[in-house]
């Protein structure tokens, strides 16, 4: 699929590539023929079960706002800012007001944070941001309120980035992924009363795949298929938003 677009030449950083959705979409670009920079938590890539020997690799809290300005010092070019780590807190942690101020900063502070640091590269390259959404930006979150008020932000902070950087040549999409099989959402893909209703809301019925969101990645990336794309968020979900 990825043969479909050519990045080659083109810097592209995805923070949380090391896993799930966000590796899924570092392999796109990099297969693109990109030179991509991933971030994970952990000290290096041997602290992780996959090979990301093709990717350089920071080490960075998102929470940590000295952490995040020096992952955006380390950049001196780029054409594709995937935002994309992100993290959420189950069972009666998701309710603790502590946690909820943690939510908000990993997944929606320090997207706007490292954006907007690192635009002055967009622009000068004409490059573009993807932010990670959720079906959480368009419902109710009751197991994580502060996860469902980050992802909804994100939806609408994507339309006003989109606005705002739209005369300097920047583009500014996100996708909403349905229900997918990562770490993320492995402790609730076994329990059954909250998996079943999930896929019986799911008009495919399935978990879908972190390598189903690459298309869409690599098509909002493309200027020249999706140059005239901004401020959107594109549901890849299998139908879930459809009911
Ligand atoms: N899976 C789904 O069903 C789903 C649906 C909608 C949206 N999303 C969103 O998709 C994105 C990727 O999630 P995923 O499902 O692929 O989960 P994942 O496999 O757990 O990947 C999450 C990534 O974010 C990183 N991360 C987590 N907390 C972080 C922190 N405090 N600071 C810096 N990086 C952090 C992780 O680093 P480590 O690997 O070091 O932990 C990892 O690289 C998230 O924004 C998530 O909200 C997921």
């Known amino acids: 699929m990825s043969a479909q677009f050519d990045f080659t030449g083109q ?3 995805v923070t949380g590539g090391s896993s799930g959705i966000g590796l899924a979409i570092a392999q796109g670009f990099r ?6 920079t991933i971030t994970g938590t952990q000290a290096s890539i041997a ?3 996959d090979d990301l020997t ?3 690799y920071h080490q960075v809290d998102m929470q940590d706002v000295p952490g995040v300005e020096a992952l955006a010092n380390g950049i001196s070019k780029l054409d594709v800012l995937v935002n994309n780590a992100g993290t959420t807190f189950r069972g009666e942690a998701a309710y603790d007001p502590e946690n909820f101020e943690a939510t908000i900063d990993i997944n929606l502070n ?4 490292l954006s907007h640091r690192l635009v002055p590269l967009l622009k000068a390259s004409g490059g573009s941001i993807i932010n990670i959404a959720s079906m959480t930006s368009y419902f109710g979150s009751p197991r994580g309120p ?3 008020a980050s992802k909804s932000a994100i939806l609408q902070m994507t339309m006003s980035l989109g606005a705002l950087w739209a005369r300097d040549g920047v583009r500014v999409n996100a996708i909403a992924p349905g229900w997918i099989a990562t770490k993320l959402t492995a402790p609730i893909q076994g ?5 079943d209703p999930i896929l019986q809301r799911t008009p495919m019925g399935r978990w879908g795949e972190p390598d189903e969101m690459i298309g869409t990645a690599l098509f909002l990336a493309s200027s020249d298929v999706a140059g ?3 401020g959107v968020t594109i549901p890849v979900d299998g139908g879930y938003c459809t009911l």
């Open 11 to 13: 810097t592209v950083l």
């Open 31 to 36: 297969d693109a023929g990109a030179a991509v």
């Open 47 to 49: 602290d992780y079960p």
């Open 54 to 56: 093709t990717f350089t």
């Open 110 to 113: 320090s997207v706007y944070r």
């Open 146 to 148: 502060g996860y469902g």
């Open 191 to 195: 329990m059954a009363e909250i998996a």
């Open 228 to 230: 005239f794309i901004t």
